[in-house]
């Protein structure tokens, strides 16, 4: 898919979503590794994975969950005029798989 400039605005905006999602993934993963994963059997929480993570971390991964939010919401909300919503999801597709997504992605 060719990103054209009327679409650079809302790709820029899932570039960052997805970036956010990917360093979520990779704090996670990194915490597991120092805190363990205590959760295996219990239900994850949402944006913090963990209830046993230091604060420090929670905050970085709820700060991650919330910017992936904050930069779709405006992708979306910075499609031009006359572009159909299928475009937009076609362009969300298309940067995700580009890019890698994380989970939150």
Not at 27 to 41: M, P, T, V, W
Request: net charge positive; charged share 25%.
């Amino acid at each position: 898919m060719k990103i054209t400039p009327s679409l650079q605005k809302s790709a820029e905006h899932f570039e960052k979503a997805y970036s956010a999602s990917r360093n979520w993934n990779e704090l996670i993963e990194r915490a597991i590794k120092i805190y363990g994963d205590k959760s295996k059997n219990l239900p994850h929480i949402s944006g913090i994975y963990a209830e046993h993570f230091p604060e420090e971390i929670k905050n970085s991964l709820v700060a991650y969950c919330q910017t992936v939010n904050t930069e779709l919401k405006a992708a979306y909300s910075a499609r031009p005029k006359g572009v159909h919503f299928r475009t937009m999801i076609k362009l969300k597709d298309f940067i995700k798989s580009r890019d890698g997504s994380g989970y939150y992605g």
